[in-house]
């Protein structure tokens, strides 16, 4: 196989959804053809990434040790992440920090924030919040003015406030807590996904314990601390009014809409739609009210 009939390979096979296995074994091909012949690292990225989809970890880690060794910076932060994990095994802390600090090195945020987890909670190193925190303020430098959706904003702003806050400097909490809020609401628009939604629950959980809500200016997911104990409020949206019902004791509700039953406001707010869409996915047209203030009467 020439790099050329490699490379039409991988462009006709790397984008599918759910290539079948002849597909997927053409492409692992010319991807070890295009590394073989080449050298660059690039092409040991993409066939690393195959196999972490694969779960074949053992692969992904040998073509991402691969890519570092040629140059390549992000295979560092990957190999940090899957050290952290116990990909291959069982997790290897060392490992993990010793990618993760040439990742940081090399600009990576996620690496600091990983490390700032091991320095926090002692994992392969002796625990150390002052240095955790040191990490974190090094992210929050890194990432404090960004646009892009996808940098982890979020993920340095609410380890930093957990910080302010068990040094007593509620307000720096507050302010971290609502940046980064606002800041993954927007992630959510486009990619509602699991763990960004339990990002948020844990976020807005933490800030409504720091402040109490602002009746007047309610968003959708303040329902993540409203609906934790008894109560109704409407979603108005397009001049619509829906009820959203918490019933049962407090911190053990469920959720009542639309004629369906979540067992409680995070499983409510993972998966309620309206007219097909998610709700998450509407978030910046839905105004929320407790009932007692709705525009209109809602039963």
Known sequence: ????????????????????????????????????????YEWMMELAGIYVSDKQYDKAVK???????????MAAENLGTLYYYGRTGKPDYAKAMEYCAKAAEAGSINALVRMSDMYKNGYGVKRNPEEAVKMLEKAYERVKDTE??????????TRLARFRRAEDKIDEAIELYEQAKGFLAGRLLDNP??????????????????KEPD???LDLFDLYWLLKKPSVYALDIDEMQYVAKAVGMENETAVLFEGKRYDSPGDFLQHAMINGERLVQLWEEINVFPVSQAEHTVS
């Open 148 to 157: 892009l959706i996808d940098d982890p904003l979020p993920e340095v702003f």
């Open 63 to 73: 073509y991402y040790e691969l890519a570092f060794e040629h140059g390549c910076d």
């Open 215 to 217: 009746v007047e200016n």
């Open 193 to 210: 996904v699991f763990a960004d939604l339990n990002t948020m629950e844990w976020l807005v959980t933490e800030l409504y314990d720091l």
């Open 1 to 40: 196989m020439t790099i050329e009939e490699a490379k039409q390979i991988f462009e006709r096979n790397a984008w599918l959804d759910r290539p079948d296995a002849q597909e997927k074994e053409e492409l692992i091909t010319a991807l070890e053809t295009l590394i073989r012949e080449t050298g660059e």
